[in-house]
């Protein structure tokens, strides 16, 4: 009796102890309640999903209702427990900041068109093709990284709708859906230039003069919407005298889709008209062939032979 009679008079003596105990008794009745209702659940359900999901409930609303103790024990009005929500408020939203911004990308991308289903994007470093938007992620079809050029890799990537925030996002098809492409040719010296000049250009002219027709038009609507001078989409040719070759640098317009085919077929329409110059226009190389290893002698002179010095 005498125990108890001080532990009375000692904690009027200490109300805000006295508080801070009968709230820790609430939230261990509250949380002893929790776990056996998931232990209940968990024995008595067959379902693995709803046993799931109801225990993931059960959690949620006990949270719920520790969250309204804590703000009812610990204020005293209606003024603090504004003050107290408003708080509450603040930590959720540094908390779920991440998923705010998802929310707040998809918006941002769906009004103001940064890309939709089926456009060719590189964001955050991976570059694919979007196959689907939600509230939250963008779903695409990953291409690059271990195979060559622009081939699918086949792996499906889930990216945060957040990213549009934080950094650049390329679009290789929206209002212009045709991209720059060029590479380069060695020919040899004493070549006939002018010839191989004319076979580059002719070949490239013929087999794209599609996508230079429709470029034309497309890209006549971005000079007109953005502040961008007028480019040229025909097929354009530059020469570089190097210490080993005359370098031929093809820059020509073609669809995004079909870099790769077109680089492709160009390279071996070029080649087929060079073997047909009969020699006038020779593909240079850097192509070194040993035949033979030298061999070495020294003679009682100290004078050294080679012999047999064929490369």
């Not at 079809?141 to 990537?157: K, P, Q």
């Amino acid at each position: 009796m005498k125990s108890l009679e001080f532990m009375k008079q000692w904690l009027e003596a200490h109300p805000s102890t006295a508080i801070f105990i009968k709230y820790l008794v609430f939230v261990l009745l509250i949380i002893g309640f929790i776990q056996f209702l998931r232990r209940f659940i968990r024995k008595n359900l067959p379902n693995s999903k709803v046993k799931y999901k109801s225990q993931k409930g059960i959690e949620v609303v006990g949270y719920l209702i520790l969250i309204i103790l804590t703000l009812s024990y610990f204020t005293g009005n209606i003024k603090d427990f504004t003050l107290a929500i408003g708080l509450l408020s603040a930590g959720i939203a540094i908390t779920l900041q991440e998923l705010i911004l998802s929310i707040a990308g998809s918006m941002y991308i769906f009004f103001v068109k940064v890309y939709k289903p089926g456009d060719r994007i590189e964001i955050n470093g991976i570059k694919g093709d979007v196959i689907d938007i939600d509230s939250i992620y963008t779903t695409m079809m990953e291409i690059g990284e271990w195979v060559s050029s622009d081939n699918y890799s086949g792996r499906i990537i889930k990216l945060s709708n957040a990213f549009v925030f934080k950094g650049p996002v390329y679009n290789y098809s929206m209002d212009f859906p045709f991209i720059w492409d060029e590479f380069n040719l060695p020919i040899r010296y004493g070549s006939d230039i002018e010839l191989a000049k004319d076979i580059v250009i002719k070949v490239a002219t013929e087999n794209l003069s599609e996508y230079v027709a429709k470029s034309i038009a497309k890209w006549k609507d971005v000079v007109e919407r953005y502040y961008i001078e007028d480019a040229k989409v025909e097929p354009t040719l530059a020469i570089t005298m190097t210490d080993n070759w005359i370098e031929f640098n093809l820059r020509y317009i073609v669809d995004y889709k079909k870099r790769r085919i077109t680089k492709h077929i160009l390279n071996e329409l070029i080649g087929k008209e060079f073997e047909k110059t009969n020699g006038k226009v020779i593909l240079a190389s850097t192509t070194v062939e040993i035949v033979r290893i030298p061999m070495v002698n020294i003679n009682e002179k100290g004078i050294t032979q080679t012999e047999n010095d064929n490369f």
